[in-house]
């Protein structure tokens, strides 16, 4: 422990919140680009001597502090899909991203956010155990796919490659949930445009808000993605005064962002859907691959019939093992 320059604490996560194959469970607090974060840390039941390491970016669960999966557990469809990485021997370590760490309120779509965040856990978690190698991998699902795509890691890891299951096509999917006002109202137009309101001051969606609409997106911060639903559940779009505010210059370029690839992502990238996934559709993912492959990177696709958006952690997980071990064992 004396020898920790980014690790602050490790504190044991319960039982009942491990993906299955795990050894142990921390909760860890540790520095990164200038404030104290917070994650979760797995260390696999069958290990060898050297363990290499799965950065895991999770789907969206909230915005404060409140909902921090290192608290509180990732999503159980998660944790299965984890338990076979740690049965495999992958160290798991998975970021609470800025604003669920404690830190103001998590950016939304924050896309380069989270892809910071998953790769600043990684000096962490090799701090508590020697045995985590610098041979990492970034992986995530919904959200967290995004940024897993984004992750560009420093020069003291050896990164092998990203997989993103599912995705999204955000300027699709956001035009398709707002674009018609007797559409029920979804929680993550709220959650964009709290996230636009941060990010570029000069939104107000107060001004197109209705009254019920101001109040709904004022009570959101603090509330897990089942009670934001709870929340809308009685409303319609056109009852917050909601409808085509995807379209909005500010809106549009906050998700057009997400779309774009800096320099230093990942050289070999596996991307995985489902074909009747809405969030992460068939053709929006190739077009996406096309991009990836233009800016030097191999990219697998993988493509599954059957299932909804959340089936995909499962449909993908034996060929995302197989990848991985190809790359990083």
């Not at 929680?187 to 709290?194: I, K, Q, Y």
């Not at 050289?267 to 233009?294: F, H, I, N, W, Y």
């Amino acid at each position: 422990m004396t020898g920790w320059t980014c690790l602050l604490e490790a504190d044991p996560i319960p039982s009942e919140l491990w993906p299955a194959h795990t050894a142990r469970g921390w909760r860890v607090r540790y520095r990164d680009s200038g404030r104290v974060s917070s994650g979760s840390v797995f260390l696999p039941a069958y290990t060898t001597a050297r363990m290499p390491l799965l950065t895991w970016a999770h789907c969206f669960v909230g915005l404060d502090g409140h909902n921090a999966p290192s608290a509180h557990g990732l999503p159980r469809v998660e944790r299965a899909h984890l338990s076979a990485w740690l049965a495999q021997g992958f160290a798991v370590a998975a970021a609470d991203y800025r604003g669920l760490d404690g830190c103001g309120l998590s950016p939304f779509p924050g896309t380069q956010q989270i892809a910071a965040d998953i790769m600043g856990i990684c000096p962490a978690a090799r701090e508590l155990d020697e045995r985590i190698e610098k041979t990492v991998l970034a992986g995530g699902f919904c959200q967290g796919a995004r940024g897993a795509l984004h992750a560009c890691p420093g020069p003291d890891l050896n990164y092998k490659g990203a997989v993103a299951l599912a995705p999204p096509d955000y300027p699709a999917y956001f035009a398709h949930i707002s674009d018609n006002p007797d559409f029920p109202a979804d929680a993550l137009m709220l959650v964009l445009l709290d996230g636009v309101r941060r990010t570029a001051p000069e939104f107000r969606p107060r001004d197109f808000l209705t009254r019920t609409g101001v109040e709904l997106l004022e009570a959101i911060s603090t509330l897990s993605v089942p009670q934001m639903r709870q929340l809308v559940a009685p409303y319609t779009v056109g009852d917050l005064g909601a409808a085509g505010s995807a379209r909005y210059e500010p809106v549009a370029a906050a998700l057009n962002r997400c779309a774009s690839f800096a320099p230093g992502i990942a050289k070999s990238v596996l991307v995985g859907t489902l074909g009747a996934d809405p969030v992460s559709p068939r053709g929006a993912a190739q077009r996406m691959c096309e991009r990836l492959a233009e800016r030097g990177a191999e990219v697998t696709h993988r493509s599954y019939i059957r299932g909804g958006h959340l089936d995909i952690l499962r449909s993908a997980a034996a060929d995302t093992l197989d990848w991985a071990i190809e790359r990083a064992v």
